[in-house]
């Protein structure tokens, strides 16, 4: 069995709400990837670009899947999972870690979709594993003012959230007011906050304590990923358990930054992390070590957050995960939804991904993405 074509195209999803990291965007940008086999049998796959979050742009994941890293998957065999890994690797360089991962997570979803397909497996049953699932889902706080912030909790409620994600660095004091409010307003959930790098290392030491007392859970990213001295002394401060979610993409820097006793957890992202591969061997690093794991995404549309869903369930993630999409965006490519009441998500069933693409929803996306960008100044 054969790769014949490797196809990709950017469609923008329309979404609802503030969400600052697609803040003035016409849609959430997402290259659709399509890998056909000899046959005619179809994995399909998404990459996510976000440039307000990493330098991974459409424009250039369009170029890389294009160019590089799709060609270089034609001819081989899609059973053979590393092999089609390692002609990745050889298509592009990488620099400090895995080249372009963002790009090449739609084409390892695909590759696995695929996979699954030929041999009527799901992705669980790929890896041996359970199924597992139903995951549970929290609701990302994206606020600019505490006058905001009551709204977005009753919202949450009403739509049957129960635990919150909450986006914090850009003013401490704002911050720790804001986790006193959350918890007073919901006293059981779990609450996690994220502040994407945004704290230097003095600010962070200061404000760590504070969200413990405001009885905080967990503190993602409080620092810049290269910031490793700074990370080890957060972790040695102790005041809250530390993950890291941006500069982790590789398990090569998850094994590193375990060693160096830099975090209690990681924050995984398939989307992130160059795929599915990746983001297994990761959580199968923090459990040897006996570290805790989060789930998070670059607000995941349909196909990749079945990818994401199949994950969770097979390593039986027992935190709510971040994965937002059903927050913000507002369609879907699929024959069948994926199902989610409230705040939980189950596991699609079913070969692959367990999903179904309705091509006639995806050309409707098109005709859309294209009048968007006819009407573009």
Same mark, same amino acid.
């Given at each position: ?126 890896? @041996?594993?359970?199924?597992?699932? $139903? =995951?549970?889902?929290?609701?990302? +706080?994206?606020?600019?003012?505490? &006058?905001? !912030? ?94 890291? @979610?941006?500069?982790?993409?590789? $398990? =090569?820097?998850?094994?590193?930054? +375990?060693?160096?006793?830099?975090? &209690?957890? !990681? ?111």
């Amino acid at each position: 069995m054969k790769i014949d074509t490797v196809d990709a195209f950017l469609i923008y999803y329309p979404f609802t709400g503030y969400w600052k990291f697609l803040e003035g965007s016409p849609g959430h940008g997402v290259v659709f990837v399509k890998i056909t086999a000899e046959g005619g049998v179809v994995g399909w796959g998404q990459s996510l670009p976000v440039p307000t979050w990493s330098y991974e742009t459409p424009e250039t994941a369009l170029i890389v899947l294009k160019r590089y890293l799709g060609p270089s998957l034609i001819g081989c065999d899609p059973l053979d999972m590393e092999a089609c890994q390692r002609a990745m690797d050889r298509a592009l360089a990488p620099s400090f870690t895995t080249a372009m991962p963002i790009s090449r997570a739609g084409l390892d979803i695909a590759l696995h979709d695929l996979a699954g397909k030929l041999t009527g497996r799901s992705i669980a049953q790929m890896w @041996d594993r359970p199924r597992g699932g $139903p =995951v549970q889902l929290n609701w990302t +706080i994206n606020v600019r003012s505490l &006058d905001e !912030l009551d709204a977005q909790i009753e919202t949450a409620f009403h739509r049957g959230y129960r635990h919150f994600n909450v986006k914090i660095g850009s003013d401490p004091q704002f911050d720790v007011a804001m986790a006193r409010r959350i918890r007073q307003l919901a006293p059981d959930t779990y609450l996690w906050v994220d502040a994407n790098g945004h704290y230097d290392l003095a600010t962070a030491l200061e404000v760590a304590p504070k969200l413990a007392d405001a009885a905080v859970d967990v503190l993602e990213a409080p620092l810049r990923p290269n910031r490793i001295s700074g990370y080890q002394a957060l972790k040695k401060q102790g005041a809250l358990p530390i993950t890291m @979610d941006e500069g982790v993409v590789s $398990p =090569v820097e998850a094994e590193e930054f +375990i060693r160096l006793k830099m975090v &209690d957890g !990681l924050t995984v992202k398939v989307s992130r992390c160059g795929g599915l591969l990746s983001a297994k061997r990761q959580i199968e690093l923090v459990q040897e070590a006996g570290l805790f794991w989060l789930m998070s995404g670059l607000t995941d549309p349909d196909i990749s957050l079945a990818a994401s869903l199949a994950l969770c369930g097979a390593f039986n993630l027992d935190k709510p995960a971040a994965l937002n999409g059903p927050q913000f965006l507002t369609a879907d490519c699929l024959a069948r939804p994926l199902e989610i009441a409230g705040d939980t998500a189950q596991v699609p069933t079913g070969p692959g991904l367990g999903i179904e693409v309705d091509e006639a929803k995806v050309k409707e996306l098109l005709e859309r993405t294209k009048k968007i960008k006819r009407d573009k100044p």
